[in-house]
């Protein structure tokens, strides 16, 4: 079974671009979740998609956007690029039960770095 | 709002020697919990999950964790560490099947 894949590895740009972030889920899964990991700052949550529709947000400003495609792939967008958002950027899925909380399995990341 | 607590940033053992690593957690409501592993350049990967089903929960690679309410704690322990066990643990805590909280996560040395 192939886990959950992410691409780029790595992505470098300057300030103000915009970065496009990609994630396919584990065959099966529909709900798509996006953590940023930053220096000093931990794991923090992103966004979470499922059916095709953003369930949550994490405290993140507006430039940060994403949405899921009808394969239950995903994309992270962020505008407007700042220092501060040089992270490495995780995708996890999850299928969806109604009685009991699935795991979330972890792609490898994408390692933005902004210049 | 749910928290997680990870004490200690950083733990050293001896290869072979008992490995424990803290969390605590706070809510008003009992959690799931999860720990999850990461090697360097990797994601994260899931050693283990409580759900409810039973306290004692066994894991890959010979980690267990024991849910405590009275302790609202869920340490992770392994009797015999090696020195392929270096890297960075995570506990977690969900409620259903929305976002993760992470602790801040516990740095693993071997020594050998």
């Known amino acids: 079974e192939a886990g959950v894949t992410q691409s780029p590895t790595h992505l470098i740009k300057t300030r103000g671009q915009q970065a496009t972030l990609r994630c396919s889920p584990i065959?099966?899964?529909?709900?798509v979740y996006w953590y940023q990991q930053a220096l000093g700052l931990g794991l923090q949550f992103l966004l979470w998609?499922?059916?095709?529709?953003?369930?949550n947000r994490g405290n993140f400003p507006p430039r940060f956007s994403g949405r899921q495609f009808p394969n239950y792939s995903s994309e992270l967008n962020v505008n407007a690029l700042e220092l501060e958002d040089s992270a490495l950027y995780l995708c996890?899925?999850?299928?969806?039960?109604?009685?009991?909380?699935?795991?979330?399995?972890f792609g490898d990341g994408t390692r933005l770095s902004i210049l | 709002a749910q928290s997680v607590t990870q004490l200690g940033s950083h733990v050293s053992v001896s290869e072979g020697a008992l490995v424990l690593l803290r969390c605590n957690y706070s809510s008003s409501v009992p959690p799931y919990l999860f720990w999850y592993v990461q090697y360097p350049n990797q994601g994260l990967q899931l050693l283990l999950k409580y759900t409810s089903a039973a306290t004692l929960v066994k894991g890959i690679n010979g980690f267990e964790a024991e849910f405590k309410k009275s302790e609202t704690s869920f340490h992770l322990t392994k009797p015999s560490a090696h020195m392929s066990d270096a890297a960075e643990y995570f506990c977690a805590v969900s409620f259903g099947n929305e976002k993760l909280t992470f602790g801040t996560g516990t740095r693993l040395t071997i020594i050998p």
């Open positions: 998609y499922d059916e095709g529709e953003e369930r």
């Open positions: 996890a899925s999850s299928s969806v039960w109604d009685s009991e909380a699935q795991p979330q399995h």
């Open positions: 065959s099966g899964h529909t709900s």
